[in-house]
């Protein structure tokens, strides 16, 4: 049973420029979540989705930043027009339903650097 | 604001000694805790929780305990293995609210053989 799958592991944008990061839940688990971590910090929450539904995006900069769970295929956190304050560590987890959601499980993460 | 603090940035302590790493919340609203290791370059892995109406939750060699009138947990790791070097995050959810958690900033535990 694979775990969470982020990709890609690293991710190289200069400013101005798109970044994109894919999610794919563990087998099971229709729900995700996407947090970030910045340098000696601990992991800040972004948005948590279900299928084709945002359910809390209360942490996600209004501007520049969208995030989507389709029906089939990843979830993609878009990051538009990155500023070099962007670069940080995306965590991606999913949980499944029922009364083990508490639990989240996570990739390995996203390593985004901008120039 | 830092509802969830571990004010501990890092612990050494002995092969086969036990650890604690504390964690200190303050929000009453926390209805569920949960203890992550993680280490360099790879995700936080889930270790243990512990839900608001138990003081106490035990898995081979990690027990964590919870006291809510300090609203303080514990995480005790006995015996401790070099293994178990890495950053431990506390993390918390909120009763009722949506499923995001709240996470400390975690300690740096290092176990010297």
């Known amino acids: 049973n694979a775990g969470v799958m982020q990709n890609p592991r690293h991710l190289v944008r200069r400013r101005g420029q798109e970044a994109r990061l894919r999610c794919s839940p563990m087998?099971?688990?229709?729900?995700v979540y996407w947090y970030r971590q910045l340098p000696e910090e601990g992991l800040k929450f972004m948005v948590y989705?279900?299928?084709?539904?945002?359910?809390?995006e209360s942490g996600m900069p209004k501007e520049r930043f969208s995030a989507e769970f389709p029906k089939e295929g990843p979830s993609i956190l878009r990051i538009q027009q990155v500023v070099r304050g962007d670069s940080a560590a995306y965590f991606c987890a999913s949980s499944p339903l029922g009364a083990d959601r508490s639990i989240q499980y996570f990739g390995a993460g996203t390593r985004l650097s901008v120039l | 604001d830092q509802q969830v603090k571990q004010n501990s940035p890092s612990l050494s302590v002995q092969e086969g000694r036990i650890s604690i790493l504390n964690c200190d919340y303050t929000?009453?609203?926390?209805?569920?805790f949960l203890w992550y290791k993680k280490y360099p370059a790879e995700g936080p892995t889930f270790l243990i929780s512990i839900s608001s109406i138990k003081d106490k939750n035990e898995d081979g060699r990690f027990t964590v305990f919870l006291n809510k009138s300090a609203k303080h947990l514990s995480l005790h790791i006995v015996p401790s293995q070099p293994g178990d070097s890495a950053v431990y995050f506390c993390a918390a959810k909120l009763q009722g609210g949506s499923e995001k958690l709240v996470f400390g900033k975690g300690t740096k535990l290092t176990v010297n053989p």
């Open positions: 087998k099971g688990h229709s729900h």
């Open positions: 989705l279900q299928k084709e539904n945002i359910i809390d």
């Open positions: 929000n009453s609203m926390f209805d569920y």
